[in-house]
């Protein structure tokens, strides 16, 4: 079965440090890859998502993502996180036909002013 | 606005009671999903319903069922509720079978069971 691990589960940063969260899943086959935020009393929120082409996808906000197949990573990195970064954030997977997403479980972006 | 509705916000239930969730998808889209997302964890893919059936199921029990109308709206069950059924429970509608395009969630209801 296909899984996603979020290997942070709190990460606790200063204003202007740099961000990077892990990623990896389990899947053998063609996979799309997405980063999802979810704010503090708001609903799941797209950052970013890969479906081919180059590996480095650019999302909102100045996140921006790295696939490595070799790997099976897609770690979200922002050089200078801000106070308004603080949330949780979710990497997914889903298969090639869309129908559903596999969810890590998450990690809490705690930055500080 | 995230263009997906879901009824009600929170939601208080007795062990052994049946609950219905609510959820009215995005304007365009046609596909329904369901997923829990239990404390501290991510969001689990229960059922995706499309023309009225479901087509997409994940490991849940029987106790949880859906609905989808002629209008996209839909609704998810659950029967003979137990503590551990208690968590955040989240609609997301796109558009078609097969595609991302436009997957969108809603805020969610909170479920607990107590």
């Known amino acids: 079965a296909q899984s996603v691990s979020q290997h942070n589960h709190h990460v606790i940063l200063s204003e202007a440090a740099s961000l990077e969260l892990g990623c990896n899943y389990s899947y053998g086959g063609t996979v799309n890859l997405f980063w999802y935020v979810q704010y503090p009393g708001q609903h799941l929120q797209l950052l970013l998502k890969y479906f081919s082409g180059d590996p480095l996808v650019k999302g909102i906000k100045g996140f921006e993502a790295e696939f490595i197949k070799s790997k099976f990573s897609f770690n979200l990195r922002k050089p200078s996180v801000q106070w308004s970064d603080t949330a949780e954030y979710f990497c997914?997977?889903?298969?090639?036909?869309?129908?559903?997403?596999?969810f890590g479980s998450g990690t809490k972006l705690n930055v500080k002013p | 606005d995230a263009g997906v509705t879901q009824s009600p916000t929170h939601l208080i239930k007795t062990r052994g009671q049946q609950v219905t969730l609510r959820c009215s998808p995005k304007s365009g889209h046609d596909t329904v999903s369901w997923y829990q997302q239990a404390l501290g964890q991510g969001p689990q893919f229960i059922f995706q319903?499309?023309?009225?059936?479901?087509?997409q199921r994940g490991n849940f029990p029987d106790r949880f069922s859906g609905h989808q109308f002629p209008n996209y709206s839909s609704e998810l069950n659950v029967n003979a509720l137990l503590l551990g059924d208690s968590a955040l429970y989240l609609c997301?509608?796109?558009?078609?079978?097969?595609?991302?395009?436009?997957?969108?969630f809603g805020s969610g209801t909170r479920l607990t069971v107590v």
């Open positions: 997301a509608s796109s558009k078609g079978l097969g595609n991302n395009y436009g997957y969108t």
């Open positions: 997914a997977v889903s298969t090639y036909n869309f129908n559903k997403f596999y």
């Open positions: 319903y499309y023309e009225e059936e479901e087509r």
